[in-house]
């Protein structure tokens, strides 16, 4: 039944037709095939390898070598028709990475040149400052070309050839006004001509610059000591600066926690000083709306009062006098703390503010006094047997009554 129906269907002319339509399908594959292959040999021989060439030629042709692989490879059963279109349509894709690749390679040609060049002016002095100057600034604008059109998926050839031509016309002036057009131009011919030899010809122009930038070196010169000192100068007092301004952020954190105790101060003048240039934005906005906290010192920790004057220099950054404003807000920390554990806080506790310090002696006849009054006779009797010993050591030693101390009165008892 199916012999027959295959006899019956049977067309000797589609058949021959298809076989001969097949047969050119195979033949036009076979020189996609070989194309393709000739090209991957040419990347691998002349370009993989190779590391003058601009980075973005080498990730382009291997993407498009790798595409164009496995559309082959997905389409084993094309027409004639197909596999021409594509061989075409492949042939314009490499001509136009091609036409690419050369202007990048212009452009990479040219900063490695003129850096080279601009060395040897710079430890021949071939130029005066000016030109110099001006050199360096034509070598940063075709750098930062290369550099933008060297990260572009697919850089714009009309504004390669735009700028290529543009800043070769411009270069070739400034160059031959100023007579080092014809060693530039060498250099240019070898870098396109004969990269590998150019490579070659930079490594040992650059050791004999480092030979000759190192000779100088080791000779007096006035202007480069200037440099120095100027270059060292600016660092310094950059440096200097930068503290300054870290210390001020620290010592406003610092003074803002004076209702707090000494350890806060000191975490908050840690991390002001830390975080300095986002916390001048803040403090900014306080001084504009005059909420800017007081400033009692650098970080107020003590309120001792030294009377040598070593120890006034010592304790200067970190002595401060309490007046109302930080009683209030050591107050109301304290307040605060005491109802966070279900407690009370009594702020007569604390002693009056602004107590005079004073002498050993005194001090103890003023404690003793009162401790008597509050805690019976028998201690009383205590104390002013203390206080009669510490009175006699003052006598001894008179400048026992010269020595400070921070203690305060405490309170009378109501």
Sequence with gaps: MTDSLRSATYNPEAEKAMAAEREKADKARKELQTWLDQYSKSYVDNFASKTYWPKWTLTTMDKF??????????????????????????KKQEQQIRDINIHLFVTSCYVKVMKLMLQQF??????????????????????????????????????LKVFVNQFSDKLKNFSEKRGISEQQSDLLRTAFANPEKFEKD????????????????????????TKKVGSTAKSVIGGLFYLMFCLTIGMLAANQAIGR????????????????????????????????PKIYTLLP????????TIGRVFLFPFAYKEDKTARDLLVEFLTQSAEMVGKSF?????????????????????????????????????????????????????????????????????
């Design 346 to 414: 009594d702020p007569k506790s604390l002693g009056s503010i602004g107590q005079q310090v004073e002498t050993v002696a005194e001090n103890l006849k003023n404690l003793t006094s009162e401790t008597a009054s509050a805690a019976g006779e028998a201690a009383g009797k205590a104390a002013e047997d203390a206080a009669q010993a510490a009175a006699k050591a003052a006598e001894v030693l008179p400048s026992l009554n010269k020595l400070r101390v921070n203690a305060l009165k405490p309170n009378s008892p109501s």
């Design 65 to 90: 070598i790798k595409d164009a692989q496995k559309w082959l490879s997905s389409n084993l059963q094309a027409s004639e028709q197909a596999y021409k279109s594509k061989l075409e349509e492949l």
């Design 301 to 308: 920790l003590t309120q001792r009062v030294a009377e040598t």
């Design 202 to 225: 930079v490594g040992v122009l650059e050791q004999q610059a480092e030979a000759v930038k190192a000779e100088e070196e080791k000779k007096f010169s006035f202007q480069r000591f």
């Design 122 to 159: 710079e430890t021949k002095k071939l130029l005066n400052a000016k030109d110099r100057a001006q050199y360096k600034e034509y070598l940063d604008e075709i750098e930062a070309f290369d550099t933008k059109v060297s990260k572009q998926t697919n850089p714009e050839l009309a504004e």
């Design 261 to 292: 105790e000494p350890a806060y101060r000191i975490l908050y003048f840690i991390y002001g000083a830390i975080f300095a240039p986002f916390l001048v934005f803040y403090y900014l906005y306080l001084w504009f709306n005059d909420k800017s």
